[in-house]
């Protein structure tokens, strides 16, 4: 094909005619300036030299510097139009939380910016809860179903049809903690939860947006108390770290939690003293996933004791743990949050003794731990009860009783020829 | 029809109640409760995860995880026993051999 025949120059020209009528169509201010209360504003560009229209209107300011309005404008993680000035049009396909789940791909896993992080985030524990909803199919004899779906998980339960006992239990007592929920569609404390990267990563309030014009920015330094909106039931490893503790019924203490439980301060763990939160220890590789689908928290775990006592930042996976360094035979840790030095204590000589060598060091070291004994659950079919999963209300109420709790000595056990905790769960 | 079914599991976890100083030798030594027998009272049924012979008697969470056998249950808690009259760092437990003899308490193995 040559340009110098007529016929191909002519289509050429065509065409170009073509798209210049219909990006003046979608997109009135590209050539010149768009006109607002009578006075001519400059069509508004983010640092990359992409027109951003949405920002004619919205002022709002981010306080961080990746995700900064400069950087990304709106509708980089908010989708809608941002070459039109027509509102309608403008808002059209437009999401209020971006890192929900179900859309993240074209938002905060779009190639420019996050596309390693989707299939990791997917297949985590934290948006599968595949360990928990295996678990309670065992407990109520459905093996049944895991035999059919052998690797259930949480965007399953949205729609599948199913009379299973255990699912409803699931979906109505833990289906509020989990990645996938959908942020703000459950009421009360439950809004906060939920929603993909942001039920981690957002930090702020969402009054802001309206009374300071200030959006909640994103951060990587997820605070404790973020991961204990979900770690605060069952093992409630989340308060005890804290040095809080849940009386039977929730009845008694001098600290309320979120939803309304009273807690009790007891000894906090030394790591908490010393101003560590859980990122300090836990992997991004654990907390965010590794890409790999595993069938419990086990699984998962990479870090244990020995990762920093005894290996100098070694995991149990065979990775470095980029925050534990040594200098002078002695081992320090980088608080990720308070970027402070901590020394790593090597084991004392007890540690070491020929007696003990099949004891963990939690065996030894956790002095306590939350122990409900007699807990047991009813299901009245003829009431209702919220469906944390469909977002309503439907048929079978769960109750939870439980006859003693005590924050106690813990139990031990023997697995793998490893002495362990073990408490009632 | 009302339905019930039973089914105590106990679970392993990282209690996340990490102290400086680990638990003393009688803590664990002379405690029923730590090895799994139970508190022995009112909560004993539910509190006991196997017997005195190791087998066990609530379900658990892993694979691979049971009470104390049998024979570890006596190790343990013969030195519970010694604990009563020699202190925690007495020789007797550095030197400590599983056919030593207690001079005092001739019946115990």
Redesign the interface.
Known sequence: MSLRRPIYALSIFIILVIFVLALSQTFPFTLKSFKQGGQRREVPLLTTGKPEGCLFCHEEKVEEKAHAREMLGCSSCHLGNPLTVDYRAAHKGVVRNPSDLRIVHRTCGQANCHPQDLNKVKNNLMTTNHGIIA?LLK?F?EEAILKEHPNIRVGDLYHLKTSSLAIDYFKKLCGSCHLFLEKGRLPDFLAEKGGGCSACHLVGKIADLKTRKLHPRLSAKIPLDRCVLCHNRS?R??F??QGLYEDEQSGEGEVTFIDGRKLRRI?P???YKAGLHCIDCHTRDEVMGNGTFYR?I?EALQVD?EACHVRKGLTKAGTRLANIVEREGKVFQKGKLDEKWHVVKAPSK??KDR?HKRLS??A????????C??CHVRHDPRERHLDKILGKETKGLWEEHE??RRI?????????EKI?????? | MARY?E??????????????K??SCK??HQ?P????LGYGEG?DR??R??DREGRALVR???E?????TKE?LDRILKVGLCLSCHGERDRIFKN?RSALQCPELKTLP
């Open positions: 678990r407990v004899g093992g490893i989340g005890t770290y000894e763990d030394v790591h419990n086990e004791c007890d540690c007696f060091c939690t030894c070291h956790a002095k306590y731990v939350p122990q004994y007699g006859s003693y106690d000595e813990p139990t031990l056990a023997v697995k793998k362990v905790v073990v408490t009632p769960g | 079914f089914s105590i599991t106990f679970a392993q976890i990282e209690p996340h109640s990490t102290q400086r680990g638990r803590d664990c405690n409760k730590v090895v799994g909560l539910l509190t995860v196997g658990f969470n892993r691979g995880l049971r009470p104390f570890e400590w």
